[in-house]
């Protein structure tokens, strides 16, 4: 998403590698799946591009309690992997929305291939200037995002604005805890210059001030450091988000975890809602 330090090709730039569906579809055949005839949980190892993986953004999922809702937007979607859990659970239809071309490109033909076409729509765009009439969705969620966009103010005003009174709001990023310092390149971020993480203060007065409550806010670096351990020393599977973030992958993470393990930063979830 654009930040105020970076422009969308930079980002985009940062984020797209080229050759990603032909990568996801050989490394399927190698774990011994058909690319043609995949589940959404045959692809939540490469879907899921968050600390935590597929079991954090149930966690969210659960928490927010969602019914069956007509209609969830999904904040910086990625490959569109929590849109099609949504689509596949709780959700009628999911919007999703991504910066970079080629991961909403790759997720519209992951979404045809697992059946979903009619329910998830991803689109090409930015979270500063949300493509949508005023109360278009009954709930959102943003995961891992928010490190991406500075002015988190017209992030808050732009989802608060799209939402229908009552609608709950699901944020789950890596926000600053401590002084310590960060190592880059990490997963969201090639240089200091282009991170913008910040702390969960901003965050809640960023929201306050679009007219959302907060209802509940949850540090998950115990459920994060755990998550790190069973990863580690393990040979990675064929499927999985080196495939997104590429030959780098090693030293993003390595950073990224030796931040949340130092105490500068944690996977913090926020329950949001607009009254």
């Known amino acids: 998403m654009t930040t105020d330090d970076t422009s969308p090709t930079d980002l985009i730039g ?10 996801i579809d050989a490394a399927l055949l190698e774990s011994g799946l058909d690319p043609a005839a995949v589940t959404v949980e045959d692809l939540g190892p490469v879907d899921e591009f968050h600390v935590g993986g597929r079991v954090a953004t149930t966690r969210l999922l659960d928490q927010l309690a969602l019914g ?13 992997g929590t849109a099609r859990l949504l689509a596949s659970g709780p959700a009628a239809r999911v919007t999703g929305i991504d910066l970079t071309p080629e991961y909403v490109a790759v997720g519209r033909s992951l979404t045809e291939r697992v059946g979903l076409a009619d329910q998830v729509d991803l689109r090409v765009g930015s979270a ?14 943003m995961l891992h995002v928010g490190m991406n966009i500075a002015d988190k103010g017209r992030l808050m005003a732009e989802v608060a604005r799209v939402l229908r009174p009552g609608s709950a709001f699901g944020v789950y990023d890596l926000m600053r805890v401590g002084d310590g310092d960060i190592e880059f390149p990490v997963p969201w971020s090639s240089v200091e210059a282009t991170s913008c993480v910040d702390r ?3 965050y809640r007065l960023a ?13 998950r670096t115990a459920e994060a450091t755990a998550f790190f351990d069973r990863l580690a020393g393990g040979a990675p599977a064929p499927l ?7 030959p780098e ?4 993470v390595g950073n990224m975890v030796a931040a949340v393990r130092s105490g500068a930063l944690a996977p913090t979830e926020l ?4 009254p």
Request: with cysteine; aromatic share 4%.
């Open 200 to 202: 969960p203060e901003a």
């Open 128 to 141: 500063l200037d949300l493509p949508f009439d005023d109360g278009s969705f009954d709930g959102a969620v």
């Open 14 to 23: 940062h984020y797209g590698r080229g050759g990603l569906l032909a990568a």
């Open 207 to 219: 929201a306050e001030a679009a007219g959302l409550a907060v209802e509940a806010e949850h540090d």
């Open 68 to 80: 069956r809702e007509p209609h969830l937007l999904d904040v910086g979607c990625g490959l569109g």
């Open 249 to 252: 992958t090693p030293t993003k």
């Open 240 to 246: 999985g988000l080196h495939l997104v973030m590429g």
């Open 271 to 274: 329950l949001l809602r607009r």
